[in-house]
C-alpha cells in the first residue's frame, strides 16, 4: 500500500504498525502470521499544488 | 490484502462479485448482531485495544461502539481541524464519522461512503444519535461518489483491504482530495502474496 499511495501521487507517505492487532480466532491467526499480516496505521498527504 | 490480481480478467469479475457479496453480508452481520463471533475483535474491546479515547466510545451511541469492526485508530494522526470536510471511506456503523464529526465540529462536514445502503442508514442514525450529522453514500471505493477536490482529510479503517483493484482506490483518495489534503488510513497488508486459495475464498478474503 505504501507504494501504491507514493504511485497515486501522494508524498511524505509514512507507515506505523498498529500495536496490538490480532485475529481473534486461532486457525486465522495462525494463517496471517505465516502470510506476515500485520495492521498498518498510513498517513499521507496530495501535494498543495 | 493483495495488491495484483492474481487471476485473468475472466475469471476475477465473478469471483469480485462473490467477495462483495461476503463483504456486505459480513459487516452487516457484524452490525445487527455484534454478540457474535467473528474472526476479528471487534466492539469496544477492539476499540480500546487500538486506543480510542474511552471518552469517545462512552459518548458515542452504545450501538455504533458494539459494531465497530476497525483494524485500528485513524485518528491518532489524522488531526483533524474545526471546519474541515472529512471523508470515512466504508463508514459502516458510524463509530469513525461520528469521533471525526466531533473533532471538526458544527462548521465542519462528515461523509461516509459505503458499499451497503443499510450500513449508510445506520451510520447517519447512529450519528444522530451520538448528537451530530454525517451524510453517507452509498458507493465502491474504486468509484467514490464525491466530486474532485472535495474533502481535505480521507479516514478508513480496514476497508481497502477488501477491494481487487487498490490502485484505482488510492486514485480516487487523491482525486477527491483537496489540494494540500491528507489521509490517514488503517489497514491489513501482508508481506507475503496470499495464495490462489485465499484469494478465491470469500470469507477469508472478506475477513
Not at chain 1, 19 to 29: D, Q, V, W
Not at chain 2, 26 to 42: C, I, K, L, S, T
Not at chain 2, 75 to 89: K, M, Y
Amino acid at each position: 500500500m505504501f507504494v501504491l499511495l507514493e504511485d497515486a501521487g501522494f508524498q511524505r507517505v509514512r507507515s506505523t504498525v498498529v500495536p496490538g492487532f490480532a485475529f481473534r480466532k486461532a486457525s486465522t491467526r495462525d494463517a496471517a502470521e505465516a502470510y506476515g499480516v500485520k495492521a498498518v496505521l498510513f498517513t499521507a498527504q496530495k501535494p498543495a499544488t | 490484502m493483495t495488491d495484483v490480481a492474481l487471476l485473468p480478467a475472466d475469471e476475477q469479475a465473478p469471483l469480485e462479485g462473490v467477495i462483495k457479496g461476503e463483504v456486505l453480508r459480513m459487516y452487516q452481520e457484524v452490525a445487527e448482531h455484534p454478540e457474535g463471533e467473528f474472526h476479528f475483535y471487534h466492539g469496544r474491546q477492539a476499540a480500546e485495544l487500538f486506543g480510542y479515547e474511552p471518552e469517545w466510545l462512552d459518548r458515542a451511541l452504545p450501538g455504533a461502539v458494539a459494531s465497530f469492526a476497525g483494524v485500528g485508530n485513524p485518528h491518532l494522526r489524522s488531526a483533524l481541524q474545526p471546519g474541515e470536510a472529512v471523508l470515512d471511506l466504508g463508514s459502516g456503523a458510524g463509530l469513525d464519522s461520528i469521533i471525526a464529526a466531533w473533532q471538526v465540529g458544527p462548521t465542519g462536514r462528515v461523509i461516509g461512503v459505503d458499499l451497503n445502503p443499510t450500513m449508510c442508514r445506520k451510520a447517519e442514525a447512529h450519528a444522530a444519535a451520538s448528537g451530530v450529522r454525517m451524510a453517507c453514500h452509498e458507493g465502491r471505493m474504486e468509484d467514490i461518489p464525491l466530486p474532485d477536490a472535495s474533502v481535505d482529510v480521507v479516514i478508513s479503517n480496514g476497508v481497502i483491504n477488501l477491494s481487487f483493484r487498490k490502485r484505482t482506490v488510492f486514485r480516487e483518495l487523491f482525486r477527491v482530495l483537496k489540494p494540500g489534503g491528507r489521509l490517514s488510513i488503517t489497514d491489513i497488508v501482508s508481506a507475503k502474496q496470499l495464495s490462489q486459495s485465499i484469494v478465491n475464498d470469500p470469507k477469508l478474503w472478506a475477513s
